[in-house]
């Protein structure tokens, strides 16, 4: 398992635009795939986004698809959640999580994620 530590979150109106980043300490998070969930108030988590350890597999949550973009940078074993045209809807604590297994996938449920970061508020007002 690997330590996450999330940044970027805050404050910010309706098509506006924040960073999520999700550091790690240890190098080996670049042989995980990684992925940012969400949850909302009164509501479950809910997967967002994940890229493959090597950045070539890319997957996005349908109500995220064309607003947000995940990448990485391995050399500063950082993942990052770039989140555009932003709505009072996509107001959650986001979560970045890596997978169970070196090389893995990491799919969509809670129970693929190995190590699960503190979280990072995002509030969006209209």
């Known amino acids: 398992q690997v330590q996450l530590v999330e940044s970027g979150g805050g404050s910010v109106q309706a098509g506006g635009s924040l960073r999520l980043s999700c550091a790690a300490s240890?190098?080996?998070?670049?042989?995980?795939?990684v992925g940012w969930f969400r949850q909302a108030p009164g509501k479950e988590r809910e997967f967002i986004s994940r890229?493959?350890?090597?950045?070539?597999?890319?997957e996005y949550a349908d109500s995220v698809k064309g607003r947000f973009t995940i990448s990485r940078d391995n050399a500063k074993t950082t993942v990052y959640l770039q989140m555009n045209s932003l709505k009072p809807e996509d107001t959650a604590l986001y979560y970045c999580?890596?997978?169970?297994?070196?090389?893995?996938?990491?799919?969509?449920?809670?129970?693929?994620?190995?190590?699960w970061g503190q979280g990072t508020q995002v509030t969006v007002s209209s």
């Open positions: 240890q190098r080996t998070l670049n042989l995980y795939a």
């Open positions: 890229i493959s350890y090597g950045g070539g597999e890319i």
């Open positions: 999580a890596a997978d169970k297994t070196r090389y893995g996938r990491l799919g969509r449920l809670e129970a693929d994620v190995g190590s």
